[in-house]
């Protein structure tokens, strides 16, 4: 390629960059100038706020997910919302279009999306919603990762609360800039908690349930109980059922339970973040006693 052709390319290529950048930060400029700004919602919405998951094809032509690059989420948390679109997960254009099994329906709209490659090149794609694709090939898999919701919504909220105090400036890009660098202050911050979290449920998931527990190993007892039942029926409430084992196959008191989730439940990691919240082991336990089963169980032991 001479020169000129390599010149010309760059350019083309910057254009585009540009162009992108002028479209994810216009979906927010117009959004707000209507008054429809996902930062514009009740404190009550944005707590639903999910951040974006993206589908794409590799080198092998294979389907493979991945989170967004900042730059994108709010933009695409914006295309959500203004689209009445509930799913979170986005698709490449080009890797639905490449397929004969997906299905792209009539009206679907399309946004821009800023990627990089591996050394951190960035480059455009269109995307679409995966609620606007149809056919067998289109995942199936729902996509949450928490922390990754947490901190798209430090970026809403952090945007609200400019908007509240009326320090809300007239230069999208910059205050998206800023929003970023909230919600990375606050990730900073929850790292130990975060880490704190994994060290919990490595454990648990490295319990060998084929290795028997002394009935008096405390510790041992309560996280073979949690791996149980996370490998069984209902894996998402394995601490609540292994607490329920506790107090009625085990016959904890209730303040040995509480300590044991404490001590080794993953979520108890976050306690005190919300002064308005109580402890986890709390909304375990008042959860286990507002159930069907527990009450009746009383009952049945008030009738002896």
């Not at 949450?144 to 952090?158: G, I, L």
């Not at 911050?189 to 190993?217: C, F, G, H, T, W």
């Not at 209730?254 to 082991?281: M, Q, W």
Request: net charge positive.
């Amino acid at each position: 390629m001479s020169e000129t052709k390599e010149a010309s390319a760059k350019t083309e290529k910057t254009d585009f960059l540009k162009k992108a950048n002028e479209q994810l930060n216009g979906i927010l400029k117009e959004a707000y100038a209507n008054g429809n700004a996902v930062f514009q919602l009740p404190k009550e919405e944005r707590a639903k706020v999910q951040a974006p998951a993206l589908f794409y094809r590799n080198k092998s032509g294979e389907i493979k997910e991945s989170m967004v690059p900042v730059t994108n989420v709010l933009p695409a948390i914006q295309f959500m919302h203004d689209h009445q679109k509930t799913d979170n997960r986005f698709m490449v254009a080009s890797a639905a279009l490449s397929d004969k099994s997906i299905h792209i329906q009539k009206g679907a709209k399309s946004m821009p999306m800023v990627l990089f490659t591996k050394d951190k090149k960035p480059y455009t794609v269109r995307v679409f919603n995966l609620s606007d694709l149809t056919g067998e090939n289109v995942p199936k898999t729902t996509v949450s990762r928490p922390r990754s919701n947490s901190y798209a919504r430090d970026m809403v909220n952090y945007l609200a609360m400019r908007v509240e105090r009326g320090t809300f400036k007239d230069n999208m890009m910059m205050m998206c800039k800023d929003a970023k660098e909230a919600a990375s202050k606050n990730y900073q911050q929850m790292k130990p908690r975060y880490a704190e979290y994994d060290k919990r449920l490595k454990e648990i998931k490295d319990i060998d349930l084929s290795k028997p527990v002394n009935k008096d190993d405390f510790k041992g007892n309560f996280m073979h109980m949690m791996k149980e039942e996370m490998e069984g029926k209902s894996p998402t409430h394995y601490v609540v059922n292994a607490a329920k084992k506790a107090m009625q196959t085990l016959k904890w008191p209730e303040e040995t339970v509480k300590k044991a989730i404490e001590s080794f439940a993953p979520a108890s990691a976050y306690d005190g973040l919300d002064k308005k919240r109580a402890p986890y082991k709390e909304y375990i336990l008042d959860g286990i006693k507002k159930s069907k089963e527990y009450q009746a169980s009383k009952q049945a032991q008030a009738a002896k």
